[in-house]
């Protein structure tokens, strides 16, 4: 088996509003973020996904870029408002036509794809008819997800259902800072939580009955240390909301006790059935350790950057060994009712630049992943069942608010003409791929 077990899967992820741009291209109508963008103030370069990395058009030669790579799977999410543009959910063929050719040409190349069917890009006419806030928005989901299944499922390999739930609940939902930009307070704000999760659900329904491929859930772990003495509560408090408010729900049923009594008010019976129905793999997105402190605001704690660490351009504090703890920890935690795992992103922002000779040199970014995979081979020596890692991300994208300011790409954009530079840290990744140690 080497460092790695057979079948070990070595994948990229991206994201469509990310990287697609095309924003109005072939039927394809506005999400919460292409709203969100247009908002001044709320992308640190005013920046927006309009056109990205290009790779709606450039999309055949991402996918040499992959090939060129040797990944085994690449993880890409659909567009929603490209599938379904309005109201009424009228499939948009040229949408799915997109994504038709991209499955095939990865399949030409021998790359699995990896399809998630909602990476945070709501379209706005969902979100006029109010968003996550709504019940039947779950409902809206599930027809999304038949369609996609109708068109890719005798092709796409894995399927996942939503990124990152906890991100698009708390960020987008809590604090304002990501699409659709809204401040509910914690009491509303848990029904957008319950609703991601019926959605989940009810995808996950749909997909058990329209495809024979394995299910993923993809959800993010930051381990969640007190920032100084008194800060004990409001770290606990962060931990249930991102490392366990999403996870305990899917994976074994039921709500953390801390949330449950708030939860009540929207959960009918049988809802948490449907959540918790069986999934084939669990995806863990992982990037940092945080620090929380306790603040005087509706939402009583705030996330900062734990002292004593080396911090990446995100400002995310790097702790490879938080990797092996999260990983070990679910399976401490769910024992036998945690499906086999895939590290299903992580990865590094830091300010890569093209050289004199036309090189990008990122050795930070190799040190980094490097790091990171021997951290998740001490997870496996420790008896974990982990089946891949993806990194994040192929290309530099949009990184949502922080817009082209944070580099995340084994592959430079250039943002002004689109031209693409792979990184030393592409070499790197081809040539661990190619030996498998
Ligand atoms: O860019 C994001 C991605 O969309 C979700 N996971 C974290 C990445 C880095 O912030």
């Not at 290009?54 to 890409?76: I, N, T």
């Not at 959910?89 to 069917?117: C, H, M, W």
């Not at 351009?313 to 009712?337: F, H, I, M, N, Q």
């Not at 790091?371 to 994040?392: E, K, L, P």
Request: net charge negative; aromatic share 10%; charged share 20%.
């Amino acid at each position: 088996m080497g460092d790695f077990p057979d079948g070990f899967q070595f994948g990229l992820a991206t994201s469509a509003y990310q990287i697609e741009g095309a924003a109005a291209l072939d039927g394809r109508t506005p999400s919460v973020w292409d709203t969100f963008c247009r908002k001044p103030g709320t992308i640190a370069d005013g920046s927006t996904g309009d056109v990205a990395c290009d790779h709606y058009h450039r999309w055949a030669e991402d996918v040499a870029l992959m090939a060129d790579l040797g990944v085994d799977a690449y993880r890409l999410s659909v567009c929603w408002s490209r599938v379904q543009p309005d109201a009424g959910g009228a499939p948009n063929e040229k949408g799915l036509d997109f994504y038709s050719r991209l499955v095939d040409a990865l399949l030409e190349s021998a790359i699995q794809p990896v399809v998630t069917l909602f990476h945070w890009d709501l379209p706005q006419w969902v979100q006029d008819a109010g968003g996550w806030r709504r019940r039947d928005t779950a409902d809206r989901f599930a027809e999304y997800a038949a369609v996609v299944a109708a068109r890719l499922g005798d092709r796409v390999g894995t399927w996942s259902t939503i990124n990152e739930l906890f991100e698009h609940f708390a960020l987008g939902h809590l604090t304002g800072e990501h699409a659709p930009g809204l401040t509910l307070g914690l009491a509303d704000g848990l029904g957008v939580a319950h609703h991601l999760l019926l959605a989940h659900g009810r995808a996950v329904q749909v997909l058990r009955g329209e495809v024979d491929a394995p299910i993923m859930g993809i959800t993010s772990y930051a381990p969640a240390v007190p920032s100084a003495d008194g800060d004990h509560t409001a770290a606990q408090f962060y931990d249930v909301l991102q490392n366990r408010l999403f996870t305990e729900p899917i994976l074994q049923g039921t709500y953390p006790d801390e949330v449950a009594a708030l939860l009540a008010p929207f959960t009918r019976d049988r809802d948490l059935e449907l959540i918790a129905a069986p999934l084939d793999y669990w995806g863990v997105n992982y990037y940092s350790v945080n620090a929380v402190r306790a603040v005087d605001r509706p939402i009583p704690l705030e996330v900062v950057a734990p002292a004593g660490y080396h911090l990446t351009d995100s400002g995310w504090a790097v702790s490879p060994s938080g990797l092996t703890d999260v990983l070990v920890g679910l399976r401490e935690r769910y024992g036998e009712k945690l499906p086999p795992l895939v590290v299903s992103e992580t990865g590094c922002a830091y300010a890569d630049t093209i050289d004199a000779t036309g090189q990008c040199h990122d050795p930070d970014r190799v040190t980094f992943l490097a790091a990171h995979i021997d951290a998740m081979t001490t997870a496996i020596r420790a008896g974990v069942d982990i089946r891949g890692f993806y990194v994040w991300s192929l290309l530099d994208n949009f990184e949502w608010a922080q817009g082209y300011t944070r580099r995340f790409g084994l592959v430079h954009v250039d943002f002004s003409t689109g031209r693409r530079t792979p990184k030393s840290s592409f070499t790197w990744y081809q040539s661990l791929i190619d030996t498998r140690s």
